[in-house]
């Protein structure tokens, strides 16, 4: 079973980095003009359409309440692994990303997130206020966001969450624009932090009710944070107890 994981993860890394050369200059050419950004986001939808089948993942995504509508939202979800950025591209509304400033040094690839998504450094106060600010603009362009509010996998305990950071619900409260948490519940059984073997192969998101924030203010930010934290949190105690066991298929 070890070498059929090993297999398995190296096949979906070619894939991936085969799929990543041919959409490359697709990327490069509409990240020269923000407006058209919003192409590159709805290409992130179909790559990952294709990707997972062809990688030989199921995946699943259920919506509790009503899907997202127009106007930008920001999505909050859990971070556990690494195979979390990819999974949301499962995602039908897509949105810019919030990552590491880190994967801007990746060739490549760190060229391209730096051209059409928001990369952070969060060991910089300076840099931290420069990407809020960036929130901003994003979401007064349209754009709606990924943010993973734990800051990066920073969990000792998983899979419970890390304390959420300010950020995405900072942005939200003042630019009046609804969060929607989704969660995660087996990315960290599937590709688990430090451990570059796929464990096994079946990804699902859980995407929750939006919530609304038009009227919310500063004083109620702790508040709207810890309702988002314990949704989650929530979901991934639920499912990581009461999912088939039949559900958890083995890489093949």
Request: charged content about 20%; glycine content about 6%; overall charge positive.
């Amino acid at each position: 079973m070890t070498l059929i994981r090993r297999i398995h993860s190296l096949y979906a890394f070619l894939v991936f980095v085969v799929m990543f050369i041919i959409l490359f200059p697709f990327y490069l050419v509409v990240s020269l003009n923000s407006s058209w950004h919003f192409l590159a986001y709805k290409m992130d939808y179909w790559w990952a359409r294709v990707y997972f089948p062809v990688s030989l993942f199921r995946t699943k995504v259920v919506f509790k309440g009503d899907k997202p509508g127009k106007g930008p939202v920001i999505y909050c979800l859990n971070h556990f692994s690494y195979l979390d950025i990819p999974s949301t591209g499962l995602l039908p509304k897509q949105a810019c990303f919030v990552g590491k400033a880190s994967i801007k040094k990746v060739p490549l690839f760190g060229y391209m997130f730096g051209s059409l998504h928001i990369a952070v450094d969060r060991s910089s106060v300076k840099d931290r206020g420069r990407a809020y600010q960036r929130y901003a603009e994003a979401i007064q362009e349209g754009k709606s966001l990924f943010i993973y509010p734990e800051g990066g996998i920073r969990s000792t305990n998983v899979p419970v969450q890390a304390p959420y950071k300010d950020g995405a619900f900072r942005v939200a409260i003042e630019e009046q624009v609804p969060i929607v948490p989704v969660t995660l519940p087996f990315n960290w059984k599937v590709l688990p932090d430090g451990i570059w073997t796929l464990q096994n192969n079946f990804i699902k998101l859980v995407v929750h009710e939006p919530i609304d924030t038009k009227g919310m203010t500063m004083d109620e930010m702790p508040e709207l944070k810890e309702k988002v934290y314990r949704i989650i949190q929530n979901q991934i105690e639920v499912e990581n107890k009461l999912i088939p066991r039949e559900e958890l298929v083995q890489a093949t």
